[in-house]
C-alpha cells in the first residue's frame, strides 16, 4: 500500500496534502514527511513554495492584499516577502500551544517561558495584521438606514448620529459571513479559551492564581524584573489592545496532534521555582498587597477586576507623563541632556519608588507649606511647564507604549459595560449595551472597516497627477489624500478621576483596591475635516518619504455638555513600525484657548473600526496636569 502511494504522481500526492490541511489534519503531513526521503523532499524541498501556499490558503486568508496596503501604508518600507511554510507552522504551533493541557509550574516570569511565549504573540499579531482587508464594495452598505429626527441644532449631527461603527450592526444581525475573512473565524474560535495562562497572569502580576484545571502559580518575578520593556510584553499587550482582556479559563482537553515539524512539544518541560532566575530585592517588592480570597480570584469576573485594578493603576500615574513621551502613550526617547525631568522616565507600577524620594521630599518641605497632598513626593507641583526634549523627537522616533495602550482598553471597555448596564434604556428588547460586546469581534481589526475608507483610496491621485482642488496655498503644503479614514463623524468615550481623587490615589495606590472608586465616563461626539497635508520626515534607515501628514481641523461637545462647541485641530501622521499616530488640542468651549491635548494610536489594521487609543492630558504640559484614557471609533 505504501509502495502504491509512493508511485502516485507528485500532483496528485500534493492534492492530498492540500485536502489534509482543509479537513484539519495537518499532522498527517509532517507524517507523512517522516515515512522516507521521498515524500520529505516532496514536502519540504521543492524548488517553490507552491505546496505551502496551497496549503495555507485551505486555513487561512491570502495575505498578499493586506501586506500590499500595508506597504503602501509605510512607503514600501514593509518587506512583502511572506514565507508560506513558516508562517503555517508558526500559526499551527501557536494554536496547539494554546490548545495544550497546562502541566508545568514554571512562574510567569521563568526565562525559558520567553522564546515560546514570543514565537505565539508573533504568530496570532500576524494572524490579525495579515487578514483579508473590509472590501472596498462590500455587499452591504455601511450606513445606517436610520431615519434620524429632525432638529435645527448646529451640531445635530454629531448628536444624532450612532453609537457605534456600522459594523457593528452587521455583526449583531449575523452578517459576518459576508465579511470573507476566514483569519477571523480561526482567531476568534482559538480565542474562547483564553491566551495561555503564563501571558494573562501577567496582567496580574502580583496575585495567586488557582484556577480549575491548571497547576497553582505564585509569580517568583515581578513585572517590573521581567516584563516591563521585554518584546513579549510589547507586543501581548498590543495583542491585548485588539482583544480586550481575556480571563483564564478551565483548561480544554487535550487535542488531536497537530503538530508539524517547528511545532513546539505537546507538554512544557516542568520547571521548580527554585531554578528560576532569583528576582533583584528592589524590584520585588509588593507595591500592591492583595487582601482578597484566592478563591474570588478564580472566576472570570474576579480575574477581570484584578486587571482593572492594575489597569487603573497605568493609565491614572501622573508620573508617566513627560515631554520624552510626548506627553503621550509612547515609549520613552531618549536624548544624551541632562535636563530631562524626571517625569520622563517610566515608574514601574509594581515598584515602590517611595524611599527613594524620602530625602529629596524632606529637602523641599519647606518650600511649599501649601501642599496639603503631599504632591512634592511625586514631584508634581511646580506648575511651570515642562520644557519639551531639543532637538524635537521625530515622528519615525516615536514607538507605541502598547503596555499603556491595553491598559486603557481595559479601563474604557469596563467603564462603558458599567455604564449600560446602568442605562434607563437598558429595558429595551436590543439596546446599546448590547452592540458592545462586538467591538471584541475580530472583525473589527481589519483593514478598512471604518464607514467611507476606501472612498478616499479609490480617489486618491496617482503619481505624477495632482487631485482636483488640492492646490497648495500654505507654504510646506503638499498634495495628498485621506489614507487614514480620518474624516467624518467619531465618537469619543473619555474617563477621568476627580482630581482630589486622582492626587489621592497617587499618593497611595493601595486606595484602587477599594471598591466604589468613582470614574466619570462620557461618550462624545467629534467631528473631523481635512484641512491639508505636509510632508512627513524620511526615517534615517530609509530613501522613501511615508505618506503625507493630515492636518485636521473639528468640533467636539465637552463633557460639560453645554451648547458651546469645542475647537479641535489636530494631525494624523505615521510613526515607527508603521503604526498610525493620532494627535489632536481641544479649546475651552466657546473660545480658542488650548485647554486639552490628546494622543492616540490605531489599533488594528489602517481605517479599522475598532478606532484608536490614547491618553488625554492638559494642552499646557504643566507638572501637576491630570491625565486618563480614551477610546474614539468612526460611526460616519
Same mark, same amino acid.
Given at each position: $500500500?505504501? &509502495?502504491?502511494?509512493?508511485?502516485?504522481?507528485?500532483?496528485?500526492?500534493?492534492a *492530498?496534502? *492540500?485536502?489534509?490541511?482543509?479537513?484539519?489534519?495537518?499532522?498527517?503531513?509532517?507524517?507523512?514527511?517522516?515515512?522516507?526521503?521521498?515524500?520529505?523532499n516532496? @514536502?519540504y524541498?521543492?524548488?517553490?513554495?507552491?505546496l505551502?501556499?496551497? @496549503?495555507f490558503?485551505?486555513t487561512?486568508?491570502?495575505?498578499?492584499?493586506?501586506?500590499?496596503?500595508?506597504s503602501?501604508i509605510? #512607503?514600501?518600507?514593509?518587506?512583502?516577502?511572506?514565507?508560506?511554510?513558516?508562517?503555517?507552522?508558526?500559526?499551527?504551533?501557536?494554536?496547539?500551544?494554546i490548545?495544550?493541557?497546562?502541566?508545568?509550574?514554571?512562574?510567569?516570569?521563568?526565562?525559558s517561558?520567553?522564546?515560546?511565549?514570543?514565537? *505565539?504573540?508573533?504568530?496570532?499579531?500576524?494572524?490579525?495584521?495579515?487578514?483579508?482587508?473590509?472590501?472596498s464594495?462590500?455587499p !452591504? &452598505?455601511?450606513?445606517?438606514?436610520?431615519?434620524?429626527?429632525?432638529?435645527?441644532?448646529?451640531?445635530?449631527?454629531?448628536?444624532n448620529?450612532?453609537?457605534?461603527p456600522?459594523?457593528?450592526?452587521?455583526?449583531?444581525?449575523?452578517?459576518?459571513?459576508?465579511l470573507? &475573512?476566514?483569519?477571523?473565524?480561526?482567531?476568534?474560535?482559538?480565542?474562547?479559551?483564553?491566551?495561555?495562562?503564563?501571558?494573562?497572569?501577567?496582567l496580574?502580576?502580583?496575585?495567586?492564581?488557582d484556577?480549575?484545571?491548571?497547576?497553582?502559580?505564585?509569580p517568583?518575578?515581578?513585572s517590573?524584573?521581567?516584563?516591563?520593556?521585554?518584546?513579549?510584553?510589547?507586543?501581548?499587550?498590543?495583542?491585548?489592545?485588539?482583544?480586550?482582556?481575556?480571563?483564564?479559563?478551565?483548561?480544554?482537553?487535550?487535542?488531536a496532534?497537530?503538530? !508539524?515539524?517547528?511545532?513546539?512539544?505537546?507538554?512544557?518541560?516542568?520547571?521548580?521555582?527554585?531554578?528560576?532566575?532569583?528576582?533583584?530585592?528592589?524590584?520585588?517588592?509588593?507595591?500592591?498587597? +492583595?487582601?482578597?480570597?484566592r478563591?474570588?480570584?478564580?472566576?472570570?469576573?474576579?480575574?477581570?477586576?484584578?486587571?482593572?485594578?492594575?489597569?487603573?493603576r497605568?493609565?491614572?500615574?501622573?508620573?508617566?507623563?513627560?515631554?520624552?513621551r510626548?506627553? #503621550?502613550?509612547?515609549?520613552?526617547?531618549?536624548?544624551?541632556?541632562?535636563?530631562?525631568?524626571?517625569?520622563?522616565?517610566?515608574? $514601574?507600577?509594581?515598584?515602590?519608588?517611595?524611599?527613594?524620594?524620602?530625602?529629596?521630599?524632606?529637602?523641599?518641605?519647606?518650600?511649599?507649606e501649601?501642599?496639603?497632598?503631599?504632591?512634592?513626593h511625586?514631584?508634581?507641583?511646580?506648575?511651570?511647564?515642562?520644557?519639551?526634549?531639543s532637538p524635537?523627537?521625530?515622528?519615525?522616533?516615536?514607538?507605541?507604549?502598547?503596555?499603556?495602550?491595553a491598559?486603557?482598553? +481595559?479601563?474604557?471597555?469596563?467603564n462603558?459595560?458599567?455604564?449600560?448596564?446602568?442605562?434607563?434604556?437598558r429595558?429595551?428588547?436590543?439596546?446599546?449595551?448590547?452592540?458592545?460586546?462586538? $467591538?471584541?469581534?475580530?472583525?473589527?481589526?481589519?483593514?478598512?472597516?471604518?464607514?467611507?475608507?476606501?472612498?478616499?483610496?479609490?480617489?486618491?491621485?496617482r503619481?505624477?497627477?495632482?487631485?482636483?482642488?488640492?492646490?497648495?496655498?500654505?507654504?510646506?503644503? *503638499?498634495?495628498?489624500?485621506?489614507?487614514?479614514?480620518?474624516?467624518?463623524?467619531?465618537?469619543?468615550?473619555?474617563?477621568?478621576?476627580?482630581?482630589?481623587?486622582?492626587?489621592?490615589?497617587?499618593?497611595?495606590?493601595?486606595?484602587?483596591?477599594?471598591?466604589?472608586?468613582?470614574?466619570?465616563?462620557?461618550? $462624545?461626539?467629534?467631528?473631523i475635516? /481635512?484641512?491639508?497635508?505636509?510632508?512627513?520626515?524620511?526615517p534615517?534607515?530609509?530613501?522613501?518619504?511615508?505618506?503625507?501628514? +493630515?492636518?485636521?481641523? #473639528?468640533? &467636539?461637545?465637552?463633557?460639560?455638555?453645554?451648547?458651546?462647541?469645542?475647537?479641535? !485641530?489636530?494631525?494624523?501622521?505615521? /510613526?515607527?513600525?508603521?503604526?498610525?499616530?493620532?494627535?489632536?488640542?481641544?479649546?475651552?468651549?466657546?473660545?480658542?484657548?488650548?485647554?486639552?491635548?490628546?494622543?492616540?494610536?490605531?489599533? #488594528?489594521?489602517p481605517?479599522?473600526?475598532?478606532?484608536?487609543?490614547?491618553?488625554?492630558t492638559?494642552?499646557?504640559?504643566?507638572?501637576?496636569?491630570?491625565?486618563?484614557?480614551?477610546?474614539?471609533?468612526?460611526?460616519?
Amino acid at each position: $500500500m505504501a &509502495s502504491a502511494f509512493a508511485d502516485l504522481p507528485a500532483e496528485l500526492t500534493e492534492a *492530498v496534502l *492540500v485536502v489534509s490541511a482543509a479537513s484539519g489534519n495537518p499532522h498527517s503531513i509532517a507524517a507523512l514527511s517522516q515515512t522516507s526521503k521521498f515524500f520529505y523532499n516532496l @514536502i519540504y524541498r521543492c524548488p517553490d513554495q507552491h505546496l505551502w501556499r496551497e @496549503i495555507f490558503l485551505t486555513t487561512f486568508d491570502d495575505p498578499r492584499p493586506a501586506l500590499n496596503h500595508l506597504s503602501t501604508i509605510s #512607503g514600501g518600507h514593509l518587506s512583502l516577502e511572506f514565507n508560506w511554510t513558516q508562517e503555517y507552522t508558526n500559526r499551527i504551533s501557536a494554536a496547539r500551544y494554546i490548545r495544550r493541557p497546562v502541566q508545568t509550574t514554571a512562574p510567569v516570569s521563568s526565562q525559558s517561558d520567553i522564546p515560546t511565549s514570543l514565537s *505565539v504573540v508573533k504568530a496570532l499579531l500576524s494572524v490579525i495584521t495579515t487578514s483579508l482587508p473590509f472590501p472596498s464594495s462590500p455587499p !452591504i &452598505s455601511l450606513t445606517f438606514l436610520t431615519d434620524l429626527p429632525e432638529s435645527s441644532s448646529r451640531f445635530a449631527p454629531m448628536i444624532n448620529s450612532p453609537p457605534f461603527p456600522p459594523l457593528l450592526l452587521l455583526l449583531t444581525a449575523n452578517y459576518s459571513a459576508l465579511l470573507g &475573512s476566514v483569519n477571523v473565524t480561526w482567531l476568534q474560535d482559538l480565542l474562547k479559551i483564553g491566551f495561555p495562562p503564563e501571558l494573562t497572569r501577567t496582567l496580574m502580576a502580583k496575585l495567586s492564581f488557582d484556577v480549575q484545571g491548571h497547576a497553582p502559580y505564585q509569580p517568583t518575578l515581578t513585572s517590573a524584573s521581567h516584563w516591563i520593556g521585554s518584546e513579549v510584553g510589547q507586543l501581548f499587550h498590543k495583542l491585548i489592545c485588539c482583544t480586550g482582556f481575556i480571563p483564564i479559563t478551565a483548561s480544554v482537553p487535550e487535542l488531536a496532534d497537530t503538530s !508539524i515539524p517547528g511545532a513546539w512539544p505537546a507538554t512544557s518541560t516542568p520547571v521548580s521555582p527554585d531554578s528560576a532566575p532569583s528576582p533583584d530585592e528592589n524590584e520585588d517588592k509588593p507595591a500592591l498587597p +492583595i487582601t482578597r480570597s484566592r478563591s474570588s480570584l478564580c472566576t472570570p469576573e474576579g480575574q477581570s477586576a484584578d486587571a482593572r485594578t492594575l489597569a487603573r493603576r497605568r493609565v491614572y500615574d501622573m508620573r508617566y507623563l513627560g515631554p520624552a513621551r510626548m506627553w #503621550g502613550p509612547f515609549q520613552p526617547v531618549r536624548r544624551d541632556t541632562t535636563d530631562s525631568p524626571k517625569s520622563t522616565q517610566l515608574e $514601574m507600577l509594581d515598584e515602590d519608588e517611595n524611599e527613594d524620594h524620602d530625602e529629596e521630599d524632606e529637602e523641599e518641605e519647606d518650600e511649599d507649606e501649601e501642599d496639603d497632598l503631599g504632591l512634592m513626593h511625586l514631584g508634581l507641583m511646580n506648575g511651570r511647564r515642562v520644557p519639551d526634549l531639543s532637538p524635537p523627537i521625530n515622528p519615525y522616533e516615536l514607538v507605541p507604549d502598547y503596555v499603556w495602550l491595553a491598559s486603557a482598553r +481595559i479601563v474604557v471597555e469596563a467603564n462603558l459595560r458599567e455604564m449600560f448596564r446602568q442605562s434607563p434604556y437598558r429595558t429595551a428588547a436590543f439596546s446599546t449595551g448590547d452592540i458592545l460586546p462586538y $467591538m471584541r469581534k475580530m472583525h473589527t481589526v481589519c483593514i478598512g472597516g471604518s464607514p467611507g475608507y476606501w472612498n478616499a483610496w479609490e480617489n486618491r491621485p496617482r503619481e505624477g497627477e495632482g487631485s482636483e482642488g488640492s492646490g497648495k496655498s500654505k507654504q510646506g503644503e *503638499v498634495e495628498g489624500w485621506d489614507w487614514a479614514g480620518v474624516s467624518g463623524i467619531w465618537k469619543r468615550c473619555v474617563c477621568w478621576l476627580d482630581y482630589r481623587d486622582l492626587l489621592v490615589h497617587n499618593l497611595a495606590p493601595e486606595k484602587f483596591l477599594e471598591d466604589g472608586i468613582q470614574e466619570a465616563c462620557r461618550v $462624545m461626539p467629534l467631528t473631523i475635516r /481635512i484641512t491639508g497635508y505636509s510632508e512627513s520626515p524620511i526615517p534615517p534607515d530609509s530613501t522613501t518619504r511615508p505618506l503625507p501628514t +493630515i492636518h485636521v481641523e #473639528g468640533e &467636539s461637545i465637552g463633557s460639560d455638555r453645554t451648547d458651546d462647541l469645542r475647537k479641535v !485641530i489636530g494631525t494624523v501622521s505615521i /510613526i515607527s513600525d508603521g503604526a498610525i499616530r493620532w494627535q489632536m488640542v481641544s479649546t475651552v468651549a466657546g473660545s480658542d484657548e488650548p485647554e486639552w491635548s490628546s494622543e492616540a494610536v490605531q489599533i #488594528g489594521g489602517p481605517g479599522a473600526a475598532v478606532g484608536f487609543l490614547g491618553m488625554w492630558t492638559g494642552a499646557m504640559h504643566e507638572r501637576p496636569d491630570p491625565l486618563g484614557p480614551f477610546w474614539a471609533w468612526k460611526v460616519a
